[in-house]
């Protein structure tokens, strides 16, 4: 079946670390990938997309590249921040010769960084 | 432009309820989909409504059910409430079913409690 895994969390970073957040999927066709972010008591908010092979998307100094060949999309940071803190998901969404899926997620990795 | 809402932000309800929640999509997105969200499960799909139609749903019993307005609003309706219903449910717009390089945005949720 289709699904993403993402590492086990708690991840504990002092401020300015290097962050990555693995994410690795299975998918039956051509996906579109995702990162959200979920902040304490908040919904989900887009981090970056791609929705082909060898996209890189970026924001907020976050960027993770779309690599069919170990059908991976790793979250990556060069300096994290305490306002950073958050649970992030990996996600992706089969492409249905143009017509849109539902959104399967990962479990979730929960970030921490400390002052 | 506004983001989408959701209300009631919190509800607590005992067993054998049933509830009712509402999602405003952002102004001019057709499509809205629901989630559920818990600690065990993770993420889930619920359903996904177009132009007042369900067009996919996930694998969840029919105590959940849900529908589209014409003004593209949705509700999501939970009947004879389990306390294992307990989660908070996401809803996400996006700005139509068609098309791979829409976007979903997610809405605050709205954290049901079953006692």
């Known amino acids: 079946g289709n699904s993403v895994t993402q590492m086990e969390g708690p991840v504990t970073l002092s401020e300015e670390a290097f962050l990555t957040i693995n994410c690795t999927y299975t998918a039956t066709g051509y996906p579109s990938l995702f990162w959200y972010v979920q902040y304490p008591g908040e919904g989900l908010q887009l981090l970056l997309k791609?929705?082909?092979?060898?996209d890189k998307g970026s924001n907020k100094g976050f960027e993770a590249t779309y690599r069919k060949e170990t059908t991976s999309f790793h979250l990556e940071k060069g300096s994290v921040q305490v306002s950073d803190s958050a649970v992030y998901f990996c996600?992706?969404?089969?492409?249905?010769?143009?017509?849109?899926?539902?959104?399967?997620f990962g479990k979730g990795t929960k970030l921490s960084v400390k002052p | 432009k506004a983001g989408v809402t959701q209300t009631p932000r919190y509800l607590i309800k005992t067993r054998g309820q049933q509830v009712t929640l509402s999602c405003s999509p952002i102004?001019?997105?057709?499509?809205v989909s629901w989630y559920q969200q818990t600690p065990g499960q993770g993420l889930q799909f619920l359903f996904e409504y177009f132009s007042e139609t369900q067009r996919n749903k996930g694998n969840f019993p029919g105590r959940f059910s849900g529908r589209q307005f014409s003004n593209s609003r949705s509700e999501m309706n939970v009947s004879t409430l389990e306390l294992g219903d307990s989660a908070l449910y996401l809803c996400?717009?996006?700005?139509?079913?068609?098309?791979?390089?829409?976007?979903?945005?997610f809405g605050p949720g709205t954290r049901l409690t079953v006692l």
């Open positions: 102004s001019g997105h057709r499509s």
């Open positions: 996600a992706l969404i089969l492409n249905y010769g143009g017509s849109q899926g539902n959104l399967i």
């Open positions: 791609a929705t082909k092979a060898d």
């Open positions: 996400a717009s996006s700005l139509t079913s068609g098309s791979v390089a829409d976007t979903q945005y």
